[in-house]
């Protein structure tokens, strides 16, 4: 029973932030911004006002697929976004902006972030063979390898956590301060940048959730060994 009740709980976090941001984004991008920029004028603006003429803009594919790419030093916009003139596009086109700022500036989670990447990727494609192979043949050495492997993707999902809360919080200042927003907006902004961030939070509890599992599983094995 409590196994069916775990399983729930990290199924049912991740869909209610999934559905809380496309939520969120829907009703916001129905509200325009009162400088009627689109997202991509908004990017353009921020990354100038910072000194980042070299970084560029571009529009990307797919909904709601908005990212810095740190290798080209370009920002991709998906088309709501880029052609959007609302609130939702002015929060995540100057979110993206945000990271791009903190690739400037050397951010340390940032390229801690980055550094974190190959040894992610090895973690989640294959910390689940090892940890299946290791529980089912009964293998204690096998599991903790495995263990160690997804601990290592966890780590980057919550080192996520910090960069992208502080991405946010860069999108906000640039936004008030150079009038790409006014009034009620800010608070409406924050509403679309929380409602995003929802999501790294849930992947990374998730994550946590799940790796203390494996975590007592391993211990249990051990104990029944003795």
């Known amino acids: 029973m409590l196994y069916l009740v775990y399983f729930a709980i990290i199924i049912l976090i991740p869909i209610w932030a999934q559905l809380k941001v496309k939520g969120t984004f829907a009703k916001y991008s129905r509200v325009a ?95 689940w063979v090892l940890i299946m192979i290791g529980i089912f043949a009964h293998l204690s050495g096998m599991l903790l390898l495995g263990i160690v492997f997804m601990a290592a993707a966890v780590v980057f999902q919550i ?38 961030a929802l999501t790294y939070v849930a992947a990374a509890a998730v994550a946590v959730l799940e790796l203390v599992r494996l975590v007592l599983i391993f211990t249990g094995m051990n104990r029944n060994d003795d």
């Open 33 to 127: 911004s009162s400088t009627y920029r689109t997202g991509a004028e908004v990017a353009r603006e921020v990354l100038n006002a910072n000194g980042l003429y070299h970084v560029g803009i571009e529009l990307g594919n797919g909904f709601l697929s908005d990212h810095y790419d740190p290798r080209t030093k370009t920002v991709r916009l998906s088309p709501e976004i880029y052609h959007g003139q609302s609130i939702a596009a002015a929060a995540v086109a100057s979110h993206e902006c945000g990271h791009a700022i903190q690739d400037a500036e050397g951010y340390a989670f940032l390229r801690f972030r980055h550094a974190l990447v190959p040894v992610a990727n090895i973690g989640s494609n294959f910390s």
């Open 159 to 196: 080192v996520t956590l910090p960069v992208e809360f502080n991405a946010s919080n860069r999108a906000i200042n640039q936004v008030v301060s150079l009038g790409l927003i006014r009034n009620n907006e800010e608070r409406e902004t924050r509403k679309v940048l929380n409602a995003a």
